[in-house]
């Protein structure tokens, strides 16, 4: 028979473990170049603000197409009966009452001219969307360079002269002309000395 304490103990240990291996499989934003991006296009306020105009630009394409609205005036004409009464905007106590509907009609191509313009603009919010996501993208896999630039420039001698090895290798063309120079050191190290004649 198990202890009791123990029993609770097996799965707050099997808790702990669960968590500290998801801790370790999650990456924080900043690990990989692709992570970054990813928060980026999910939160940066900038292409968020552009994405927002280029929906709305799009919503406007159709209603740009549309009639104008139209409008309804009511207009009340002697008010007063020639002085009979007092005045009253009562339209059945007046003289006359005169009811107006009016609907544009524009000419014929304006509509079609005005929705090409809508989607003009339409088109002109996506690619500003997509221009500033492409900067921020560049912004954000550029960085790790000038990371990589400002390190080299901090570890810049003072004569501005940024020192890279070299592989000690030499060019075909220098090996072929001193080669007689290098058989000569060969032989002088077998004989003892430099070869009198």
């Known amino acids: ?79 007063t009966r020639d002085g009979t009464i007092s005045p009253t905007l009562s339209p059945s106590r007046v003289g006359s009452t005169k009811y107006t509907f009016l609907q544009p009609i524009p000419w014929p191509g304006k509509r079609s001219l005005a929705r090409s313009a809508a989607e003009a603009g339409a088109e002109q919010s996506a690619q500003a969307a997509r221009a500033s996501w492409n900067d921020l993208a560049m912004r954000i896999k550029v960085s790790p360079c000038r990371t990589v630039y400002v390190r080299l420039v901090a570890a810049t001698p003072a004569d501005g002269r940024i020192r890279l090895r070299r592989p000690e290798v030499q060019p075909a063309r220098h090996a072929v002309r001193d080669r007689p120079a290098g058989r000569a050191a060969a032989r002088d190290r077998v004989h003892g000395g430099p070869d009198p004649g």
């Open 1 to 79: 028979m198990s202890h009791p304490s123990r029993r609770g103990l097996v799965p707050l240990l099997a808790t702990m473990l669960a968590l500290a291996a998801l801790r370790a499989s999650a990456q924080p934003p900043g690990a990989t170049v692709e992570s970054l991006l990813a928060y980026a296009r999910q939160s940066n306020p900038e292409y968020a603000a552009m994405l927002r105009e280029a929906e709305a630009a799009s919503a406007r394409v159709i209603p740009a197409g549309n009639l104008p609205d139209p409008s309804f005036s009511i207009e009340l004409r002697d008010i």
